[in-house]
T-cell receptor, first 116, second 113 residues
Framework: GAVVSQHPSRVICKSGTSVKIECRSLDFQATTMFWYRQFPKQSLMLMATSNEGSKATYEQGVEKDKFLINHASLTLSTLTVTSAHPEDSSFYIC????????????FGDGTRLSIL | GDSVTQMEGPVTLSEEAFLTINCTYT??????LFWYVQYPGEGLQLLLK?????DKGSNKGFEATYRKETTSFHLEKGSVQVSDSAVYFC????????????FGAGTRLFVKA
């Protein structure tokens, strides 16, 4: 099946640090990638939709200057949490989609971000 | 807008029991429906899908049938195992929504030996 690699799987860093998370589709071209945030024991909250070569579309309430998304190629999207603070600590998950009707998204294994 | 409602958990069953997790949806178009499973500390894995009315998705003993008349996509398994303990998410994707996937709240399943 389709494989999406998300890296790193876990990050622990100091407040004020910027953290970059990579999401790669390994065996298909992802025209669209989605970034989600998941709080403990809750569902996934869509943060933004990223289409290759264009600016990301952010969901209401998500700060685009805080969560920078780049989707420069059909196999790679990055999420940068800028000047991270403890309230940004969460589980971040990406997914990749090939743009074809009736096809599912394929998810990475997630990144657990802990800001001290 | 589109939405997915699934039964609240947690659901606790004994091994070999029958499982049903209810899921209903509202959508303006003709969505594809999915069940995803999330094991502790991991991302989501696609469990099964159905793309049109009366389709039955199946995988690893799990089944779900796309019922347009009742707007439902209930997940069933005849005999659960301890290894099935996880969180299950019902979801829909609609091309009219730009292929965004709308997730239910998730249902946590505990299976006891």
């Amino acid at each position: 099946g389709a494989v999406v690699s998300q890296h790193p799987s876990r990050v622990i860093c100091k407040s004020g640090t910027s953290v970059k998370i990579e999401c790669r589709s390994l065996d298909f071209q992802a025209t669209t990638m989605f970034w989600y945030r998941q709080f403990p024991k809750q569902s996934l909250m869509l943060m933004a939709t990223s289409n290759e070569g264009s600016k990301a579309t952010y969901e209401q309430g998500v700060e685009k200057d805080k969560f920078l998304i780049n989707h420069a190629s059909l196999t790679l999207s990055t999420l940068t949490v800028t000047s991270a603070h403890p309230e940004d600590s969460s589980f971040y998950i990406c997914s990749a989609f090939n743009g074809q009707v009736n096809q599912p998204q394929h998810f990475g294994d997630g990144t657990r971000l802990s800001i001290l | 807008g589109d939405s997915v409602t699934q039964m609240e958990g947690p659901v606790t069953l004994s091994e070999e029991a029958f499982l049903t997790i209810n899921c209903t949806y509202t959508a303006t178009g003709y969505p594809s429906l999915f069940w995803y499973v999330q094991y502790p500390g991991e991302g989501l894995q696609l469990l099964l899908k159905a793309t049109k009315a009366d389709d039955k998705g199946s995988n690893k003993g799990f089944e779900a049938t796309y019922r347009k008349e009742t707007t439902s996509f209930h997940l069933e398994k005849g005999s659960v195992q301890v290894s099935d303990s996880a969180v299950y998410f019902c979801a829909l994707s609609d091309s009219t929504g730009g292929f965004k996937t709308i997730f239910g709240a998730g249902t946590r399943l505990f299976v006891k030996a």
